[in-house]
């Protein structure tokens, strides 16, 4: 019964969102009122006019939302249907309703009544959700299945290139949308009207009426034995045989139940075969010995199914499409947020690298701000020192000329020598400091290599993953051939991954490299411009030190009352050269 209901509900929403002209999600009582009279009336279900006065008894005034129908269509109408009624009266009840205003005007190639056809076949195809759409799996089965039926072949790079253009947006075609594409013959080129009627009526008697199989065949009469073609007709519980194909005048039923069976003709006639049933054996010649053989084979899967208490072949299918999709997006959910988990990780790990990097790179400015600072401490010590030797020996030979006069100039001396001292261990204290620096700096080196190991070691379980990704693919390949392509996708999707990792990584190393090479460029520059601007300065008579400047747009070479621009120097430059000229 849920699945009745859901495929009534299908064709009522067409019908509910066509009388919903302002598209505001409501409709008119009156007109609600019209179209519960007539689903009750297809649905063969007892009508009560008082029922829905008394639903929307406070609401007399404005229109009511389809969240208000819903529970009264529930309650008066689809829990009291039975499968007594004729789906096709109902189907064309809402197509009628809803046609009009939604079947597109451009002219199709495709009658009225193959569109309420396709439009049935949507209903049957499309997905459980609101608005209905079909997805482009089902839009595929049922192109195929309308292109067997012509007998042309399956073209699947028009259907991939069609499937580039398709709104992603959308995920899916509406029913007008759908009939569309069929009727603008872009699936049926070189195909005439009439074959593509009849290849649109052969899919609708299969998955919307349930026919198996049907065709022309003899038939033996039971009473007077004669042989008359009749066209019979193969559902799943029932063979029908009319006079003619157009199905008007129908002449019997035969009912299948699990004990029926279809056996060879005992005499061994090559077309003759029994369809043995509880209370009659019917006789039945085909035209030749393949279709006797593939209605045999029918009747024999019929009866296979009623015993197993299976739907139709096609109904079934549609089922596992639908599971498989759903399987399909819980896979690719749970795919996606790996990969975000997988990149959030990564993120972090990239921020940790950069904080080391920043952290190496100011234990380094640090480290070369020390030894500077070193450099300088160690410079002026050695001309303190060679200052105080100078003095200390003129002091001595002082001594030696008037050692008598100066035993106390001598303890001054001696004075001297232990602030000298005290100064050696102050140096040799700030180089203990420096290879403590030293060794500061080693300790953040080996925190960046671990830290590239963590790196690679989180690389590993990715591949890890990967592998494991593959592996249980691989095990799965006999069920789930149709998975493939998906597969092949979430492969593309991580190697594209990977390659961005990698990719981040060759940027920040190219980066690096670049900021060397700039400052290797920038000191060659310096040199060159100060070995020119010597030479400048000696030809013009200028030698003096010339010092770097700021880096504003006039700069200054150097400082005090000699200073000049480098708009000055040029015009030097050029004079002298002129000099030179002429000379």
């Not at 019964?1 to 999600?25: C, P, R, V």
């Not at 529930?74 to 007594?84: A, C, G, T, Y």
């Not at 002082?398 to 106390?408: D, I």
């Not at 180089?431 to 080196?445: G, H, N, S, Y």
Request: with cysteine; hydrophobic share 35%; glycine share 4%.
């Amino acid at each position: 019964m849920g699945s009745l209901k859901d495929e009534l509900l299908k064709a009522i929403w067409h019908a509910f969102t066509a009388l919903d002209q302002d598209h505001s999600g409501k409709v008119s009582k009156s007109q609600l009122k019209v179209l519960s009279h007539n689903l009750c009336t297809v649905l063969k279900v007892p009508h009560d006019p008082v029922a829905l006065e008394e639903h929307f008894r406070d609401d007399d005034e404005g229109p009511v939302s389809n969240q208000g129908y819903m529970p009264y269509l529930n309650r008066f109408i689809l829990e009291k249907v039975q499968d007594n009624f004729d789906k096709i009266e109902f189907n064309r009840m809402c197509w009628t309703l809803c046609v009009k205003k939604n079947l597109t005007k451009n002219p199709l190639l495709i009658t009225e009544e193959d569109a309420f056809k396709v439009w049935v076949i949507f209903n049957f195809l499309s997905e459980d959700k609101y608005p209905l759409i079909i997805v482009s799996e089902e839009i595929e089965y049922l192109l195929k299945k309308l292109t067997e039926a012509m007998g042309g072949g399956w073209q699947q790079e028009q259907f991939e290139h069609y499937k580039i253009n398709f709104d992603d947006s959308k995920n899916g075609l509406s029913a007008w949308e759908l009939i569309e594409l069929i009727g603008n013959g872009q699936f049926s080129k070189g195909m005439d009207r009439q074959t593509v009627s009849m290849a649109i009526n052969e899919v609708f008697s299969e998955l919307i009426l349930d026919v198996l199989k049907q065709g022309y065949m003899m038939k033996k009469g039971h009473r007077r034995k004669n042989w008359t073609e009749r066209w019979f007709v193969l559902k799943p519980n029932i063979i029908s045989y009319y006079v003619s194909e157009d199905l008007k005048d129908k002449k019997g039923d035969i009912l299948l139940d699990e004990n029926c069976c279809s056996l060879p003709d005992k005499d061994g006639k090559k077309c003759l075969f029994l369809v043995k049933c509880f209370d009659k054996t019917f006789e039945i010649s085909a035209s030749d010995k393949k279709k006797k053989q593939e209605w045999i084979q029918a009747i024999h899967s019929t009866i296979h199914l009623l015993k197993l208490g299976s739907p139709p072949p096609h109904k079934e299918a549609r089922q596992r499409r639908k599971e498989l999709r759903k399987k399909q997006l819980a896979e690719q959910e749970e795919l996606e947020r790996q990969m975000k988990e997988l990149q959030v990780a990564n993120e972090s790990k990239q921020q940790e690298l950069e904080a080391v990097r920043k952290k190496l790179e100011e234990a380094a400015s640090r480290a070369a701000e020390e030894e500077k600072k070193r450099l300088q401490t160690q410079v002026e010590l050695q001309a303190r020192f060679s200052t105080e030797l100078e003095r200390e020996k003129l002091i001595r030979q002082q001594m030696e000329e008037q050692v008598a006069q100066k035993s106390s100039e001598l303890e001054q001396y001696l004075q001297r020598v232990r602030e000298l001292e005290d100064m050696y261990l102050k140096l040799q204290e700030a180089l203990e400091d420096e290879r403590q620096a030293r060794q500061d700096e080693e300790t953040v080196r080996k925190l960046q290599a671990r830290l590239l190991e963590e790196e690679s070691s989180k690389r590993a379980e990715l591949e890890k993953w990967h592998l494991e990704q593959q592996q249980a693919i691989q095990t799965t390949e006999a069920e789930k051939q149709e998975l493939e392509n998906q597969r092949v996708l979430k492969e593309q999707a991580l190697q594209e991954a990977m390659e961005q990792l990698e990719q981040l990584e060759l940027e920040r190393k190219q980066a690096l490299e670049q900021y060397e090479e700039v400052k290797k460029k920038l000191e060659m520059a310096t040199d060159k411009t100060k070995s020119w601007k010597d030479k400048v300065a000696h030809h013009e008579g200028l030698i003096r030190l010339i010092e770097p400047g700021s880096k504003n747009p006039h700069l200054i070479t150097n400082w005090g009352p000699a200073a000049f621009t480098e708009a000055e120097l040029e015009e030097r430059e050029k004079n002298w050269k002129e000099k030179k000229t002429t000379e």
